[in-house]
């Protein structure tokens, strides 16, 4: 593990981080859902060790700072920043700090589809060809060659990672990998229209029959496509009207314009996965017209922005007096959908896991790696980024860092934290 590089003495350093992290616990700050409240149903000593392990990771050279947040029956109980913004450690984390936030997009997407399932605009059992003609002749790949589809792929595949479609970096297929390297399928270093991409992605085999395994995927890619031809309305625009817009999310968008850059946190220089990703993630200008907005990856934004959301999920579908999906609709989303098949979350949420419509969903309150409820829920971001809703205890947690190389790890450690810091 490569080590961050400081020029003042290990004591100095340390007490500097440690100005920076609890620093914010005086101030009274707007998020939507409140101010910062006294932390009732949590333990200040507990919730006091979250800033000395941030700070410890820092030091270690893991991530140059990050952005923690809490909120507990509706009120912010913790908020705090951690280190700096900048890979250089010039420029020091601030609460508004822009995150590439990279499958978190994913929920979103996923909620704002089921706003139109609510609507009637689309059925989860409605085939994707309705939609998207360009997959009509899908195959299978298997061992004995490429088969036919037994059943129609449907819109409910694409919101729980059951199409057959993949991640080219983690596909068992080399085949499946290499076409959707050459056809351009992720859009990885270059810009590829939506219409190119779904014609594209119509000549390559599925990896699995609909409905049986489930794969982390670009799925969810596949799916904001689909819902851009429902609402005849593009993938930005949709999802600001549905949800970004009156979830007043305003640093939630799918570039980051020039005038907002200076707040756009950065991975360490020494992160492994840097380089390769930053060309994947080419978020310095508006994609329209020149690649697909991606539904599975395409967001940045910021802590608050993202409790906005995650807040409004765990109330059930409301927030702030304004209703955006019904208990019911939520209670479903928050449910399994992949009894029976194979396939597993581990590598997102650890074990214990099923998957529901957008979301990780625990299946019991043993087996995870964290504490936890039976139907807590998550999802997290490749760049760093992770947040959970546990609708039991009325809990959101957020963390906002941006160390690609160590997400995993970073995600249960915070988990841990927070859920350590609870009180009966």
Same mark, same amino acid.
């Given at each position: 593990?490569?080590?961050?590089?400081?020029?003042?003495?290990?004591?100095?350093?340390?007490?500097?981080?440690?100005?920076?992290?609890?620093?914010?616990?005086?101030?009274?700050?707007?998020?939507?859902?409140?101010?910062?409240?006294?932390?009732?149903?949590?333990?200040?000593?507990?919730?006091?060790?979250?800033?000395?392990?941030?700070?410890?990771?820092?030091?270690?050279?893991?991530?140059?700072?990050?952005?923690?947040?809490?909120?507990?029956?509706?009120?912010?109980?913790?908020?705090?920043?951690?280190?700096?913004?900048?890979?250089?450690?010039?420029?020091?984390?601030?609460?508004?700090?822009?995150?590439?936030?990279?499958?978190?997009?994913?929920?979103?997407?996923?909620?704002?589809?089921?706003?139109?399932?609510?609507?009637?605009?689309?059925?989860?059992?409605?085939?994707?060809? %309705?939609?998207?003609?360009?997959?009509?002749?899908?195959?299978?790949?298997?061992?004995?060659?490429?088969?036919?589809?037994?059943?129609?792929?449907?819109?409910?595949?694409?919101?729980?990672?059951?199409?057959?479609?993949?991640?080219?970096?983690?596909?068992?297929?080399?085949?499946?990998? %290499?076409?959707?390297?050459?056809?351009?399928?992720?859009?990885?270093?270059?810009?590829?229209?939506?219409?190119?991409?779904? %014609?594209?992605?119509?000549?390559?085999?599925?990896?699995?029959?609909?409905?049986?395994?489930?794969?982390?995927?670009?799925?969810?890619?596949?799916?904001?496509?689909?819902?851009?031809?429902?609402? *005849?309305?593009?993938?930005?625009?949709?999802?600001?009207?549905?949800?970004?817009?009156?979830?007043?999310?305003?640093?939630?968008?799918?570039?980051?314009?020039?005038?907002?850059?200076?707040?756009?946190?950065?991975?360490?220089?020494?992160?492994?996965?840097?380089?390769?990703?930053?060309?994947?993630?080419?978020?310095?200008? *508006?994609?329209?017209?020149?690649?697909?907005?991606?539904?599975?990856?395409?967001?940045?934004?910021?802590?608050?922005?993202?409790?906005?959301?995650?807040?409004?999920?765990? *109330?059930?579908?409301?927030?702030?007096?304004?209703?955006?999906?019904?208990?019911?609709?939520?209670?479903?989303?928050?449910?399994?959908?992949?009894?029976?098949?194979?396939?597993?979350?581990?590598?997102?949420?650890?074990?214990?896991?099923?998957?529901?419509?957008?979301?990780?969903?625990?299946?019991?309150?043993?087996?995870?790696?964290?504490?936890?409820? %039976?139907?807590?829920?998550?999802?997290?971001?490749?760049?760093?980024?992770?947040?959970?809703?546990?609708?039991?205890?009325?809990?959101?947690?957020?963390?906002?860092?941006?160390?690609?190389?160590?997400?995993?790890?970073?995600?249960?450690?915070?988990?841990?934290?927070?859920?350590?810091?609870?009180?009966?």
């Amino acid at each position: 593990m490569q080590h961050a590089t400081f020029h003042t003495p290990r004591s100095d350093r340390r007490d500097i981080l440690k100005r920076m992290s609890l620093g914010a616990l005086g101030l009274s700050t707007w998020v939507g859902t409140g101010v910062l409240h006294a932390a009732t149903g949590f333990s200040s000593q507990g919730l006091g060790r979250i800033a000395p392990a941030m700070s410890w990771q820092i030091e270690q050279g893991i991530f140059p700072g990050a952005v923690s947040l809490v909120a507990h029956k509706g009120k912010t109980v913790h908020f705090e920043t951690h280190g700096f913004q900048d890979a250089a450690k010039t420029v020091p984390m601030h609460k508004h700090s822009i995150f590439r936030l990279a499958s978190m997009t994913k929920p979103i997407v996923t909620t704002a589809a089921m706003m139109l399932v609510e609507q009637g605009k689309l059925r989860l059992n409605d085939p994707l060809v %309705k939609w998207l003609p360009e997959l009509k002749n899908l195959k299978v790949e298997t061992a004995q060659g490429d088969v036919d589809l037994v059943r129609p792929l449907l819109v409910h595949d694409v919101m729980r990672h059951t199409a057959g479609f993949v991640y080219a970096g983690s596909t068992k297929s080399e085949r499946i990998r %290499k076409l959707y390297n050459e056809l351009n399928i992720e859009s990885r270093e270059v810009d590829i229209t939506s219409e190119d991409m779904l %014609k594209n992605l119509g000549q390559i085999p599925l990896a699995h029959q609909p409905g049986t395994f489930w794969e982390y995927s670009i799925a969810v890619d596949v799916l904001g496509l689909l819902i851009e031809r429902v609402a *005849n309305q593009s993938l930005d625009e949709l999802v600001h009207t549905l949800l970004l817009g009156p979830l007043n999310m305003r640093d939630t968008t799918w570039w980051v314009p020039p005038e907002k850059t200076k707040r756009l946190a950065e991975c360490l220089d020494s992160d492994p996965l840097k380089a390769e990703m930053l060309k994947s993630y080419r978020q310095s200008y *508006n994609p329209r017209g020149k690649s697909y907005f991606k539904g599975g990856a395409g967001l940045v934004g910021t802590a608050q922005d993202y409790l906005q959301y995650a807040q409004m999920m765990v *109330n059930g579908g409301h927030l702030n007096g304004r209703r955006y999906l019904s208990p019911k609709t939520v209670e479903f989303m928050l449910s399994n959908h992949t009894v029976g098949m194979g396939g597993s979350t581990i590598g997102t949420t650890g074990p214990g896991y099923g998957f529901g419509i957008g979301f990780g969903v625990r299946l019991d309150e043993g087996m995870g790696w964290t504490a936890g409820s %039976k139907g807590d829920a998550m999802w997290a971001g490749a760049w760093g980024t992770s947040f959970w809703i546990d609708p039991k205890e009325q809990l959101v947690g957020v963390l906002m860092a941006q160390a690609p190389s160590y997400r995993v790890p970073n995600r249960m450690l915070y988990k841990n934290l927070v859920y350590g810091a609870m009180k009966a």
